[in-house]
Nanobody, 128 residues
Framework: QVQLVESGGGLVQAGGSLRLSCAAS????????MGWFRQAPGKEREIVAA????????YYTDSVKGRFTISRDNAKNTVYLQMNSLKPEDTAVYYC?????????????????????WGQGTQVTVSS
């Protein structure tokens, strides 16, 4: 019932920046926890960042802390991932996902949520 569409991926040089966007169709977007995940060829999917429905709390995987910022604009039903100081190892398909049930859970639980709905993904390639 929730449709998610990612955009903003592309090819950038190492050290560059990119901002991903995810547009959601839900009428109660502000109650959804939202997450960004990525998957590189031959690797397992991993969570990158997540944010509570209100935007009050966030989570980041250690490898992107200090470089990536997740944010949301509930009035626009959109979540963003600002990626700075990109590295070749950031190359992956990036997906946004939504959890409707536990959107107001504390940040500790953000990486543990089910994220029932997923977008199609957008390719991010970082060249050296």
């Amino acid at each position: 019932q929730v449709q998610l569409v990612e955009s903003g991926g592309g090819l950038v040089q190492a050290g560059g920046s990119l901002r991903l966007s995810c547009a959601a169709s839900g009428r109660t977007f502000s109650s959804y926890a939202m997450g960004w995940f990525r998957q590189a060829p031959g690797k397992e999917r991993e969570i990158v960042a997540a944010i509570t429905g209100s935007g009050d709390s966030t989570y980041y995987t250690d490898s992107v802390k200090g470089r990536f910022t997740i944010s949301r604009d509930n009035a626009k039903n959109t979540v963003y991932l600002q990626m700075n100081s990109l590295k070749p190892e950031d190359t992956a398909v990036y997906y946004c996902a939504a959890d409707r049930l536990w959107g107001n859970a504390g940040s500790y639980f953000l990486p543990l949520l089910r994220y029932d709905y997923w977008g199609q993904g957008t390719q991010v390639t970082v060249s050296s």
